[in-house]
């Protein structure tokens, strides 16, 4: 069965960081693209980062330089740094494995709050 | 960026009655391999979204067979033939042709 299990959100002060985790069963984080894709409270779905099975990363222009997306390969996670988080970050964040120009599975979410 | 335009936001409906969702991307979603990646996904209220179709037609397993989807070029819908309690929720269509991929802004489907 596939599981994806988000963890690491919290309350942050602006400029603070964070570090989200997402374990993964199921299959293998690095033979797969995986991605983040959050929802701020009470709005739509954002994508936000993808890191490639070569390991390659990409990033929406408004998170650039502020978040990285990478894996653990041995423990089959997927993780997402985030500096210098904005009001603008508050949402909830999910993982999710990005396969055939779709998201197939999908984490349970994990909240993120910036405020001081 | 793809722009992913949805109507209605809002769909009030009666039990067992049909229900229809159109999706309006501002590009050609075909992709260079003649696929094109057009999806929807349901978001019931506090869970995560979970995919319905891909690829504008294929149903996920699971998916009860009350929910298809059409469409080509620019104009994509979401079809649902009967519409049950447990439909209530947000509906995204979805664009994986293009990066960014990018979502549309969600339409809420409530019983009326």
């Known amino acids: 069965e596939v599981q994806l299990v988000e963890s690491g959100g919290g309350v942050v002060q602006p400029g603070g960081s964070l570090r989200l985790s997402c374990a993964v069963s199921?299959?293998?984080?690095?033979?797969?693209?995986m991605t983040w894709v959050r929802q701020a409270p009470g709005k739509g779905l954002e994508w936000v980062s993808v890191?490639?099975?070569?390991?390659?990363?990409f990033y929406i222009d408004s998170v650039k330089g502020r978040f990285t997306i990478s894996r653990d390969n041995a423990k089959n996670t997927l993780y997402l740094q985030m500096n210098s988080l904005t009001a603008e970050d508050t949402a909830v964040y999910y993982c999710?494995?990005?396969?055939?120009?779709?998201?197939?599975?999908w984490g349970q979410g994990t909240l993120v709050t910036v405020s001081s | 960026d793809v722009v992913m335009t949805q109507s209605p936001l809002s769909l009030p409906v009666t039990l067992g009655q049909p229900a229809s969702i159109s999706c309006r991307p501002s590009?050609?979603?075909?992709?260079?391999?003649?696929?094109?990646?057009l999806n929807w996904f349901q978001q019931r209220p506090g869970q995560s979204p979970r995919r319905l179709i891909y690829?504008?037609?294929n149903r996920d397993s699971g998916v009860p067979d009350r929910f298809s989807g059409s469409g080509s070029g620019t104009d994509f819908t979401l079809k649902i033939s009967r519409v049950e309690a447990e439909d209530v929720g947000f509906y995204y269509c979805?664009?994986?042709?293009?990066?960014?991929?990018?979502f549309g802004q969600g339409t809420k489907l409530e019983i009326k």
């Open positions: 999710a494995r990005q396969a055939g120009g779709s998201l197939d599975y």
């Open positions: 199921g299959f293998t984080v690095s033979s797969n693209y």
């Open positions: 890191i490639y099975s070569s390991g390659s990363t």
């Open positions: 590009q050609s979603l075909v992709y260079s391999d003649g696929n094109t990646y």
């Open positions: 690829k504008v037609s």
């Open positions: 979805m664009q994986g042709t293009h990066w960014p991929y990018t």
